[in-house]
């Protein structure tokens, strides 16, 4: 059986958003399973000592346009939001919830908040928004609700964060397939090329 493709990202990454509309097709062209994994950026920030894009000088203003010209060429939705970057411990929360019951519905929510955050400017930090995000993607509302709060929940994505860290990961998108790691929306043709040869 062929390996899965692990795929890293934080609900506040543009690049994350336009990688989460294409890595499930790119996958199944190639007869592989996607495992998807929530993170948070900011403590990786601190590891790698850096900072989210659009806050540093020069380089921040050259990213807003590129996300939304990738966005272009891609056909994909695209509105970088009012505020931004934010947050996201609420929807990665929810996610991991629920993935314990279905990782069908978990992606499905993913697409959700994202398509949400950047092509509509819902605010997902708001739980109230999460969760109709998360009753939009099928999953039990009210069981989840309830749990969002949790420490075992937090605990659980905390636990998320430090394993994608041991396994190499700094930003977002970033996957993993039969140990070869790419970062980046633009590294997903040199993913596929990689699929396609068997590595090089």
Do not use: C
Request: hydrophobic share 45%.
């Amino acid at each position: 059986m062929l390996s899965a493709i692990d795929f890293w990202f934080d609900f506040s990454s543009p690049y994350g958003y336009l990688a989460a509309e294409q890595i499930d097709a790119l996958a199944a062209r190639h007869g592989r399973e996607v495992r998807w994994h929530a993170i948070l950026l900011g403590p990786l920030f601190k590891v790698v000592g850096t900072a989210p894009l659009t806050t540093l000088p020069v380089k921040g203003d050259y990213a807003a346009h590129d996300f939304a010209r990738t966005a272009r060429l891609l056909g994909i939705p695209f509105a970088l939001p009012n505020q931004f970057p934010v947050a996201t411990q609420v929807a990665a929360r929810a996610f991991y919830l629920i993935q314990d019951e279905s990782s069908g519905q978990a992606k499905q929510f993913a697409r959700l908040a994202y398509r949400a955050y950047f092509a509509e400017g819902r605010d997902i930090t708001d739980g109230s928004v999460v969760m109709d995000l998360v009753a939009k993607a099928g999953a039990g509302a009210s069981a989840i609700e309830p749990q969002l709060g949790s420490e075992a929940i937090k605990q659980r994505v905390r636990h998320e964060v430090d394993s994608a860290l041991r396994a190499g990961v700094f930003g977002s998108p970033f996957f993993k397939v039969d140990g070869e790691p790419f970062w980046g929306n633009d590294r997903l043709p040199h993913l596929e090329e990689w699929l396609r040869r068997g590595g090089w």
